[in-house]
């Protein structure tokens, strides 16, 4: 199972397996694991898992995000985002909560808001790459 310092609560919605490949837009209310290959459009209620061999090729709109495996595209997460060591994101990111641990990968522009913040009052907004 994931492992990270602040888990993903709620009941598993679904879980796409390795091996499975998924395109399309994809909706749930709690949490949901991508263990395979997703490419479309996630746009959750719930927290999203990115396992260790997941890869993910989407616009990603979810309450929490967590990424073990590789994402590209775009990731909005309402209230925290965490790449762990082996994790790889490619993407624009925005979240009032990040976490990158030693190891990780990220290549893109990162925009956080506080949480009490108007969406539209960027309070920071800065290229950044870590590996």
Request: charged share 25%.
């Amino acid at each position: 199972m994931f492992k990270t310092t602040s888990s993903a609560q709620g009941d598993l919605n679904g879980f796409l397996d390795a091996g499975s490949r998924m395109s399309g837009d994809l909706s749930f209310e709690d949490t949901f694991r991508i263990d395979g290959h997703f490419k479309g459009k996630i746009d959750a209620a719930g927290d999203l898992i990115v396992g260790d061999g997941g890869e993910v090729d989407a616009e990603i709109k979810a309450r929490r995000v967590y990424v073990s495996g590789t994402v590209r595209g775009s990731i909005q997460a309402k209230e925290r985002l965490e790449i762990t060591a082996v994790g790889k994101v490619y993407a624009d990111l925005s979240t009032p909560s990040l976490s990158i641990e030693d190891g990780a990968f990220f290549e893109g522009q990162c925009s956080m808001e506080q949480p009490s913040a108007q969406a539209s009052k960027k309070v920071t907004k800065m290229p950044l790459s870590a590996s």
